[in-house]
């Protein structure tokens, strides 16, 4: 008949949101709040236990009105009364986070199968040993086995091996001190030595055929960090390097083949222009400049072609000489003129250092023709296009400001690229093909240097290059920033700019002229730009220790201020001690002072006082 509970625990309304009296009278409020997909089987599989006694033993669903669906398990036991009805004994408990655990893992572990099976990419694990442990459908689609015929198992097979991939695993053998075959335990020892980077590979057909993937592989480690094996993701680029292949053929090939009839008509309409041909009319005249003109613009565009061609397959030759580089820029600037003429503009060679570069002359050439064309062509009408050489540390920086339009920012990202333009529509108003940029990016990265640009927004664009140069680093520049001195000039290098800012207002009430630098790199900049009279260090700075700094300005100081006193430098530190024995012995104490953080009242302006008298460390130490 009707079914009720004659005892429930107070637990009974966690669960179903009814109370030990309210299932007393009728179990109806329990069957209520039962899941609906769930109500029918529950009914059925409690009549079937109940017929046959046999336990009962279910999850099932619940809807409960406050906390809303709820996973339980149930475990339940018959047992047949004398009037015939059925009593039974269990308890119900939640097991809602147990079953979100593991829908949660299912979804993992179905997106995981996801990812596996992606076709583009073979995705192929092993354990320490070099065997086999996955080897997903888009490694079956690419090598041509079945990963039934190769997981648990070691092959050598799929791996190119080019002769001094053998010879590397002969030298792994030794270095990790474990034998390393020349297969698939190569494929291991690369990701032993920890390049995570993408390199070009050869995987080999099960037919036999190589083929080039971009490879990653990376160590698999269990939750102790321990390696428990390898993975390799590789992508079949063989596609990529035949469109790559046709696109360097198809360009050589047209680049060639325009030559030799773009010589005969550059050259046949010089003859005309020159009067060499007998005099010609005067409308004609004008006809065959304009044709002269873009036959010159032509051969340009195949000069860039088969340079950008060139430089891609290394096949550029560099010819390295020491040149003087203000030489150069000013060669550049007068063979460029006549260009920007035709848009009203001049070029000014700001004063600057005259350093020595080590570079290919006709190629750095065709850099400053590239950036001083492009700064005429998008300049305003009648302007000024100025060319600074500025001296970084180690190297030195040319750059040629414009103030045109600048670079729209969506471009930028884009601009060292091959066959890019800003503006790249059929009606563009600048002409050129989008390589001149790409061809320079090219050059200065042979020749060791770097391209960029800094843009300021509505102020036009300031292109630049860096070339490594000696004489930024061993001498001071021929030209220094060196004021008439009236007052002595000192540098505050501190990385708090709180601190820096009372020191720095501190001295210049005493009388002194003070620089302020926040990093180690910038103290040496700084150095490197000026002589100063005094220096205060702080130890603690973002970059580097303040000792590298020390043995820095003591190393410059022995070449380069031979009989002169060495710079005072007063280290300002919370651990003298500390400091001191970090000092290494080889750099002279000569001139070094030492405060103790925080600073008592008077104490550093003794010290500088002393310092700048040429006393001693030990007289002008503070006690």
């Not at 321990?226 to 390097?241: H, P």
């Not at 240097?449 to 664009?461: E, H, M, W």
């Not at 490594?468 to 520049?477: I, N, R």
């Amino acid at each position: 008949g009707s079914s009720f509970f004659p005892y429930a625990s107070p637990g009974i309304k966690n669960i179903y949101h009814a109370s030990p009296e309210d299932v007393a009278r009728s179990a109806n409020k329990v069957f209520a709040v039962i899941h609906p997909d769930d109500a029918g089987w529950v009914g059925e599989s409690v009549s079937y236990s109940a017929a046959h006694l046999t336990p009962w033993v279910a999850t099932v669903r619940v809807n409960n009105p406050l906390r809303g669906m709820m996973w339980t398990h149930i475990e339940s036991i018959p047992e047949k009364l004398e009037d015939g009805s059925v009593l039974w004994h269990g308890y119900v408990s939640d097991i809602t986070p147990l079953k979100q655990t593991e829908l949660q893992l299912k979804e993992t572990n179905s997106l995981h199968k996801a990812i596996l099976d992606a076709a583009s990419v073979a995705i192929i694990s092993v354990n320490k040993e070099g065997i086999i442990k996955t080897f997903n459908h888009g490694a079956e689609l690419m090598l041509g086995y079945r990963a039934e015929d190769l997981i648990d198992k070691q092959t050598l097979e799929i791996i190119h091996l080019p002769e001094e991939i053998a010879t590397r695993a002969r030298q792994l053998t030794g270095e990790l001190g474990c034998e390393v075959n020349p297969g698939f335990e190569v494929f291991v020892a690369k990701a032993r030595e920890g390049t995570d980077d993408e390199n070009e590979w050869h995987y080999v057909h099960r037919e036999g055929t190589r083929f080039p993937v971009l490879l990653t592989v990376s160590a698999l480690r269990d939750a102790e960090g321990e390696i428990t094996g390898y993975l390799g993701i590789a992508r079949d680029i063989s596609e990529r390097k035949r469109i790559d292949q046709m696109k360097t053929e198809f360009i050589s090939t047209v680049s060639h083949e325009l030559r030799t009839p773009l010589t005969a008509i550059s050259g046949a309409l010089g003859i005309l222009i020159n009067g060499l041909a007998g005099k010609l009319p005067e409308q004609s005249v004008r006809m065959i400049q304009i044709a002269h003109n873009n036959s010159q613009r032509l051969i340009h565009l195949v000069n860039d072609l088969l340079d950008m061609e060139k430089l891609v397959a290394g096949k550029m030759h560099f010819d390295f000489q020491t040149y003087k580089l203000r030489h150069l820029i000013e060669q550049s600037i007068e063979a460029n003129a006549t260009f920007a003429q035709q848009y009203g503009v001049t070029y000014e060679l700001l004063a600057g250092p005259d350093l020595n570069v080590s570079v290919d002359q006709q190629r750095l050439l065709q850099v400053l023709a590239n950036y001083l064309s492009n700064a005429a062509k998008f300049s305003p009408l009648n302007d000024r296009v100025t060319i600074r050489v500025e001296v970084r540390f180690g190297s030195v920086r040319v750059s040629v400001n414009d103030k045109g339009p600048g670079v729209p920012e969506n471009f930028r990202a884009r601009l060292f690229q091959k066959f890019s333009q800003a503006d790249s529509s059929d009606s563009r108003q600048k002409g050129g093909t989008g390589l001149g940029l790409a061809i320079c990016k090219e050059i200065m990265e042979r020749m060791g240097g770097a391209v960029g640009v800094d843009l300021t927004p509505g102020k036009g664009a300031s292109f630049y290059f860096d070339l490594p140069c000696e004489d930024a680093t061993q001498k001071v520049p021929a030209t220094r920033m060196e004021p008439q001195k009236t007052k002595p000039h000192l540098l505050v290098v501190e990385d708090d700019a709180e601190t820096a800012e009372v020191l720095a207002t501190w001295l210049a009430a005493q009388e002194y002229n003070v620089d302020c630098a926040a990093t180690g790199q910038s103290a040496l900049e700084h150095l490197q730009l000026r002589d100063y009279d005094l220096i205060t260090l702080d130890l603690n700075l973002p970059d580097m220790n303040g000792i590298a700094i020390v043995e820095q300005i003591r190393e410059w100081e022995s070449w380069q201020r031979e009989g002169k006193k060495k710079l005072p430098i007063i280290i300002i530190t919370g651990a003298i001690d500390e400091g001191k024995k970090r000092l290494p012995s080889a750099v002279a104490r000569e001139g070094i002072f030492w405060l103790q953080k925080p600073l008592a009242n008077g104490q550093l302006e003794a010290v500088i006082t002393r310092a700048l008298a040429g006393l001693t460390a030990d007289e002008g130490a503070s006690r």
